[in-house]
């Protein structure tokens, strides 16, 4: 399964998910970020590349749908409702990463 993780910026919640996910057996994990000045930003390579879009909140999932439309036919999308206040690899985050993400997760 090819899990791709979106969040704002790309440098806090998508990383953190793709690190934590990287090592569950049957996964393989990329993250990216939907604004201009991501880390890395989300492109058609990754939406084709993916099985699964996990994004952090509602705002990402309606930028991929304006930015990427028909390329999202098909592709489960799962939001997370996380926000925007949690430092990379802090341990709430991973814990609520874990919690939510892990049902959309299981090969």
Known sequence: MHALFVCS???LR???????FSSWPG?????????PDAEERVSSDH?????VIVVMERS???RLAKQFG??????KIVCLDIPDKYAFMQPELIA?????????LRT
Do not use: C, M, V, Y
């Not at 939406?47 to 099985?51: L, M, Y």
């Not at 028909?70 to 592709?75: H, I, Q, T, V, W």
């Open 47 to 51: 939406i084709r590349w993916a099985d």
């Open 96 to 104: 609520l990463l874990e919690q939510r993400a892990a049902p959309f």
């Open 9 to 11: 910026r790309n440098r």
């Open 60 to 62: 990402h999932k309606a």
């Open 14 to 20: 998508s990383p953190t998910a793709e690190a934590i």
């Open 27 to 35: 996964i393989e994990t990329a993250s990216a970020g939907t604004a």
């Open 70 to 75: 028909d390329s999202l036919k098909g592709k």
